[in-house]
């Protein structure tokens, strides 16, 4: 595996783990909320520079079945990511402060729910596109050929249950509404712990990768 790649799935699981926590404000506090997205921002500009040849060879080549969800997949994300970044200058305290935007507010506001919740579904499916890769680097790096048929079974059944785990925390957290806008405010119960909100949201990291692994996976060759 070429440094290039490495360096490409590095940044992939470095923008999964911080969109949680970018969306763990009341825990964190605004000021590192921000110090957070600016690193997203900076590993977004670099993660596209990485593939720009992607984008140049949007224009090439069949679309197969797998191509076509991988490529719109992309795409939304990029939006996502796009959204996220402009609507968090625009309402940046911190960080972005030296910048004079003293309007649009209220737009920045949707704008911002709207990308934060799209890209985190959209970055879990992207994850689930490239697993397959970055089990290959785990294995190789642990040492480990091919785990035994029985670990396996085990592994699928975790797997299994906490997908399910996230689909509860999806509709407990009601991402759909923050999804189509319906809900306008982030929603955080003081009550619970830390943990518990992290649990919930890795749950639905994995149940979004498992979907797009298992339908890549499925609509390979077809």
Do not use: C
Request: no cysteine.
């Amino acid at each position: 595996m070429t440094p290039k790649l490495k360096l490409k799935i590095t940044i992939d699981s470095l923008l999964t783990v911080l969109l949680p926590i970018l969306m763990a404000h009341m825990l964190t506090g605004e000021k590192v909320h921000e110090w957070v997205g600016a690193l997203m921002l900076v590993l977004f500009i670099t993660h596209n520079a990485l593939n720009i040849n992607w984008y140049l060879n949007l224009g090439r080549g069949k679309y197969t079945p797998q191509r076509i969800m991988q490529t719109i997949i992309n795409l939304m994300l990029s939006a996502a990511m796009l959204g996220l970044m402009i609507s968090g200058i625009m309402m940046s305290r911190h960080v972005f402060s030296f910048l004079p935007i003293n309007s649009g507010m209220s737009f920045a506001r949707n704008l911002h729910m709207l990308s934060v919740y799209w890209g985190f579904v959209l970055i879990s499916l992207h994850l689930g596109l490239h697993w397959k890769m970055i089990m290959g680097i785990a294995h190789k790096s642990l040492g480990v050929q091919s785990a035994p048929h029985r670990t396996k079974a085990v592994l699928r059944w975790m797997a299994i249950l906490i997908a399910a785990f996230g689909v509860y925390a999806f509709v407990k957290n009601d991402i759909a509404s923050y999804m189509l806008l319906k809900i306008e405010y982030a929603f955080f119960d003081p009550e619970q712990s830390a943990m518990l909100f992290f649990a919930e949201y890795l749950a639905m990291v994995e149940l979004f990768a498992g979907v797009s692994y298992y339908l890549d996976n499925h609509t390979r060759g077809a």
